[in-house]
């Protein structure tokens, strides 16, 4: 389960990378889900630094959003 978790959430970052350098703001919403489902999988195979640097991405992500308005 967690490894399917895992490729659901590079399927956003690969579509949201791209968005991003075409200066789409969905880049940054597709990212956060993508670093979600990172959050996720390091709770369920217990790796915590996997959780702490998605988490903080998700915080860089959300700031990406407010500072592009």
């Known amino acids: 389960m967690a490894d399917l978790i895992g490729w659901i959430g590079n ?30 999988q390091g709770y369920l195979v217990g790796v915590p630094s996997l959780m702490v640097i998605s988490i903080f991405l998700v915080i860089l992500n959300i700031y990406g959003i407010v500072k592009w308005r």
């Open 11 to 40: 399927v956003f970052f690969i579509f949201g990378v791209p968005a991003l350098a075409q200066k789409k703001v969905i880049g940054f919403y597709l990212n956060i889900v993508a670093n979600l489902c990172y959050v996720l």
